[in-house]
């Protein structure tokens, strides 16, 4: 079953843009770790960074379930550096299984609004605490 482990509901800006580019600067951009495990008892972790209509896959690894993330003993390419056919069938892996741009859309439309949620009531709390 795939997870959705993080956001760094970040803006990623570019040094080098220039004006035609401010309307991609501006977007923003969610990373997200999938993970897609099998009865087997391995995982397929692939770090992803989603903005506007795009998904680039940044790193991916293969491990044991349940090992931690972060394990060092754990190979971990680059994607980039991997075999472009290869690129291309781990991006159809993943759109097979509905990870899609339009997902990705809607996660940070939703998480982006759920960040604005909370801290209006902060807000509140924080007023409230103030005014008794």
Same mark, same amino acid.
């Given at each position: ?15 080098? #843009? ?15 770790? $999938? =993970?897609?495990? =099998?009865?087997?008892?391995?995982? /397929?972790?692939?770090?992803? #960074?989603?903005? *506007? ?6 790193? $991916? ?8 993330? &972060?394990?060092? &003993? ?7 550096? /991997?075999?472009?056919? $290869? ?6 892996? $993943? ?5 899609? *741009?339009?997902?990705?859309?809607? /996660?940070?439309?939703?998480? #982006?609004?759920? &960040? ?17």
């Amino acid at each position: 079953m795939p997870e959705y482990d993080e956001w760094d509901g970040q803006e990623e800006e570019d040094d080098n #843009t220039d004006d035609k580019d401010d309307d991609e600067s501006d977007q923003q951009c969610i990373s997200i770790i $999938l =993970k897609i495990h =099998k009865k087997m008892g391995t995982l /397929l972790e692939f770090n992803c #960074t989603a903005r *506007s209509n795009e998904i680039t896959i940044d790193q $991916l690894t293969m491990k044991p379930d349940g090992e931690d993330s &972060d394990d060092m &003993d754990v190979y971990r390419p680059k994607f980039s550096d /991997l075999d472009e056919k $290869l690129q291309d069938s781990l991006y159809r892996y $993943l759109e097979e299984r509905g990870f899609q *741009s339009s997902l990705f859309e809607f /996660l940070r439309e939703y998480m #982006t609004n759920k &960040d604005e949620r909370e801290y209006l009531h902060w807000l509140k709390n924080i007023k409230g605490f103030i005014e008794h």
